[in-house]
């Protein structure tokens, strides 16, 4: 819960640091690393992928305190949401909609152990549809996916799971979004979301 409440606190303080207009996705990761501690303070920039460009243009909205709503939504040159932090059986741990068709969702996995292979196939299931962007906040992550890939490998998991096979996956790190080792984004498609693990300790 500890990892949960850091983590919830961290997104709306990242989405209010531009003011009621909302703050572009690029300039949100930049206050992000901060406010998670990754950094200790705000970058002028951060390594962002140029097959990402259109990502960072969007909005991220300037977000309610968790499970507070928002009196009114729709205020001339304002762009405002409801920050939701979820039940257990939602599968997600929080989320906030960008418009009426996507959504960010963020899952905080508490585990100590580093988070790997059999964890990475079980929460890309429980993505949300609607997600545009999905956060995989953890303590550790495994230093390669699919070490025996001579056995099996990201490509064999996409093969079964068609529905994911646009999603780009990268990782946070105090330099911005960084491939992850073990899993190739297909060169083949344009990203049509994406995932982003945060490591919060190395």
Known sequence: MKLEAISSAAFVLASRSNGLDGITFNNFMRVLVYELSIKDHIPDSIRFPLELESFGRIIVPFLSVPNVEWPLLNWEGVKMSNFTRT???DQIDCKFPLDENNIISIEV????????TPLLESSFKNIPCNSKIHFIVLNKLVRRFYPNFSRKSY???LSKNQNL????????TKNGLE???GIQNSPDCVPGS???????YK
């Open 87 to 89: 039940r257990n059986h």
């Open 109 to 116: 996995n508490n585990r100590i152990e580093p988070f790997g």
């Open 155 to 157: 490509s064999d998991f």
């Open 165 to 172: 096979a646009k999603k780009y996956v990268y990782k946070l």
């Open 179 to 181: 491939s992850v080792s």
């Open 194 to 200: 994406i995932v982003i693990f945060v490591p919060l």
